[in-house]
C-alpha cells in the first residue's frame, strides 16, 4: 500500500460490523494483495446460505481502515470448531499496511479462539506476511496465467498440440456459452455430477446464485453444451485485473471431445476481453492432476501457504483428502447416485473449509 503522510498510530483491530461494509470494502479494492475472496460479501454470503458464522476483524489507525481479516466460523462434530480465511475457495487471508498492523489483526484473531471454542485460526495467504508466532503449512500452490492483451497472442503460446484440443470440440458439435443466473441449472448439474464422481460433498445452487445476485458485475457462469446437453461449466469472480475460477468441471464420459478444452479457452477470451490481466485457475498439490492440466495452459506456480494459530494443546489438522481415514468415505460418496448427493452434499460441505 502506498505510505500514509497522517501522523502514525498504533493499529487497533476489532471486530468489523456491518457499518464498516464500505470502508471494507474500499479498502479491499485498493491492496495490492486482496483477492476478489477478501470482499466482505462472501461472510454475509456463506452466513446466509449456510447458516456460518462471519467474525471479519479490521484494523483501525484513528478513522482509516488499515488492514482486514475475513473470518468465517464453522462447527462440526468431525472437524471440530474453527475460524478459516476463507473456507470453501481457496485462499483469503490478512491484508494490511504494514507489519504491525498483520500483527495486530493475528493478535485480535487468537484472540477470538477461547471466545469462539474453536481449536484454530486457519489463514491461507497467497502473499508474504510476517509469520512469526503463526504454523506454517506449504502443500498448495496458486496457479495463475498472466494474460497477454491479444487472444491470438494466448493461442500461439499453447503450442500446436493445445491448439488442437481447443479447435476439436467446436468439430464435435459443442458449444460455449456465457451468462449469469440462467445457467446456474445447467451448470450446477455438471458440478454436481463431477463432485461426486471425485468423492466429495459439492456446494448448493443457491450458494452460486446468490453470489451471482449480490455481485451481479463480478461473478458470472460459462457452460459447454453438446447435443443439446450441459456437459461442462465453470464458475467465475473478479476484481481489479484478477478473475478467478473457484469451481469448474467437465463430465468424465465425454472427456474424449476436449469440453474442458473449450471450457477454459472460451472463459480466458472472455478474461481477455474484459480487461483482466491475471486469470487465478486456484489452488493445487504440487505434480497432482489438477496442477499439470493447469500448467499444460501456461499457468505457474507460486506459493500459497496455510497459517494457522493454535488454541493451547491443540495441532495442525489432517483434513487432507489422501488421508487415509477419509478413504472409505469418499468411496461411498462416489457410489451415491447424483440426485442423492446434489441433495445431502450441501448438507456436509459446510462443514468442512
Known amino acids: 500500500m502506498e505510505p500514509s503522510t497522517a501522523p502514525l498510530v498504533s493499529p487497533v483491530a476489532r471486530p468489523a460490523h456491518f457499518d464498516d461494509r464500505a470502508r471494507w470494502n474500499g479498502y479491499v479494492e485498493?491492496?495490492?494483495?486482496?483477492?476478489?475472496?477478501?470482499?466482505?460479501?462472501w461472510g454475509e454470503l456463506f452466513r446466509d446460505v449456510y447458516g456460518t458464522r462471519w467474525r471479519p476483524l479490521v484494523a483501525m489507525r484513528g478513522a482509516r481502515v488499515c488492514g482486514v481479516l475475513p473470518l468465517v466460523r464453522l462447527s462440526s462434530v468431525p472437524f471440530g470448531t474453527q475460524l478459516v480465511s476463507l473456507p470453501y475457495f481457496g485462499h483469503g487471508g490478512a491484508i494490511a499496511d504494514d507489519e504491525e498492523?498483520?500483527?495486530?489483526?493475528?493478535?485480535?484473531?487468537?484472540?477470538?479462539?477461547?471466545?469462539?471454542?474453536?481449536?484454530?485460526?486457519?489463514?491461507?495467504?497467497?502473499?508474504?506476511?510476517?509469520?512469526?508466532?503463526?504454523?506454517?503449512?506449504?502443500?498448495?500452490?496458486?496457479?495463475?496465467?498472466?494474460?497477454?492483451?491479444?487472444?491470438?497472442?494466448?493461442?500461439?503460446?499453447?503450442?500446436?498440440k493445445n491448439r488442437a484440443d481447443i479447435r476439436r470440440p467446436e468439430k464435435e458439435g459443442l458449444t460455449a456459452h456465457l451468462g449469469g443466473e440462467e445457467l446456474i441449472p445447467e451448470y450446477h448439474a455438471v458440478y454436481s455430477s463431477v463432485m461426486r464422481d471425485l468423492g466429495s460433498p459439492g456446494h448448493s445452487a443457491r450458494l452460486f446464485r446468490e453470489a451471482l445476485r449480490r455481485m451481479p458485475d463480478r461473478c458470472w457462469v460459462a457452460v459447454v453444451r453438446y447435443q443439446g446437453r450441459p456437459v461442462g461449466g465453470g464458475f467465475?469472480?473478479?476484481?481489479?485485473?484478477?478473475?478467478?475460477?473457484?469451481?469448474?468441471?467437465?463430465?468424465?464420459?465425454?472427456?474424449?471431445?476436449?469440453?474442458?478444452?473449450?471450457?477454459?479457452?472460451?472463459?480466458?477470451?472472455e478474461?481477455?476481453?474484459?480487461?483482466?490481466?491475471?486469470?487465478?485457475?486456484?489452488?493445487?498439490?504440487?505434480?497432482?492432476?489438477?496442477?499439470?492440466f493447469k500448467k499444460n495452459w501456461g499457468a505457474v506456480?507460486?506459493?500459497?501457504?496455510?497459517?494457522?494459530?493454535?488454541?493451547?494443546?491443540?495441532?495442525?489438522p489432517e483434513l487432507k483428502p489422501d488421508n487415509p481415514k477419509f478413504a472409505r468415505v469418499i468411496a461411498a460418496w462416489q457410489r451415491l447416485p447424483v440426485p442423492v448427493a446434489t441433495v445431502v452434499g450441501p448438507r456436509v460441505v459446510r462443514w468442512i473449509p
Open 101 to 160: 498492523t498483520y500483527r495486530a489483526l493475528f493478535a485480535a484473531a487468537r484472540e477470538l479462539l477461547p471466545v469462539e471454542g474453536a481449536a484454530r485460526v486457519e489463514l491461507r495467504h497467497a502473499h508474504e506476511v510476517p509469520a512469526d508466532g503463526l504454523v506454517a503449512r506449504g502443500d498448495k500452490v496458486l496457479m495463475q496465467l498472466s494474460l497477454p492483451d491479444d487472444p491470438e497472442a494466448l493461442l500461439k503460446a499453447l503450442g500446436p
Open 271 to 292: 478474461a481477455i476481453r474484459r480487461g483482466y490481466k491475471t486469470f487465478s485457475f486456484g489452488r493445487s498439490s504440487l505434480d497432482s492432476g489438477t496442477y499439470s
Open 30 to 41: 485498493r491492496h495490492p494483495h486482496a483477492s476478489v475472496y477478501h470482499r466482505w460479501e
Open 236 to 269: 467465475l469472480a473478479g476484481m481489479g485485473d484478477t478473475l478467478e475460477i473457484p469451481c469448474a468441471g467437465s463430465l468424465h464420459e465425454f472427456t474424449r471431445l476436449r469440453g474442458n478444452m473449450l471450457l477454459y479457452w472460451t472463459i480466458l477470451t
Open 301 to 316: 506456480p507460486s506459493a500459497l501457504t496455510y497459517h494457522y494459530l493454535l488454541a493451547q494443546g491443540r495441532s495442525l
